[in-house]
């Protein structure tokens, strides 16, 4: 199984490892590019993405399916019940995702 591993703040964590929110955004970035695409500019594959709520060994994480990324075309803003508004920029990426794979419960031992 191919992850694309990704660190969250503890909101944004919050509101995705219960379902209420389907996409990450990021700036665009050498770093997030180099996840997202292959050295021939093709886009890379991943079964899922594992958000990690910190940096620590046992920190809690959950997997969600992996759906690919856009850029954003426009200025937008995003309101999440009980959580950030995000503003985007034409450029910033967005990485879709689906279902919830791992459950945050089920996923504190990895």
Do not use: C
């Amino acid at each position: 199984m191919k992850i694309l591993h990704l660190s969250l703040k503890k909101a944004p964590f919050e509101i995705m490892s219960k379902g209420d929110k389907k996409m990450e955004f990021r700036k665009r970035s050498k770093w997030i590019m180099s996840r997202l695409l292959n050295k021939d500019g093709s886009p890379r594959h991943y079964d899922v993405v594992q958000f990690v709520n910190g940096y620590s060994k046992d920190a809690p994480r959950f997997q969600v399916e992996y759906k690919g990324f856009e850029y954003e075309d426009q200025v937008r803003e995003y309101k999440y019940n009980k959580g950030p508004v995000i503003k985007t920029s034409p450029g910033d990426i967005i990485i879709k995702l689906g279902a919830i794979v791992t459950p945050l419960s089920q996923d504190r031992a990895l």
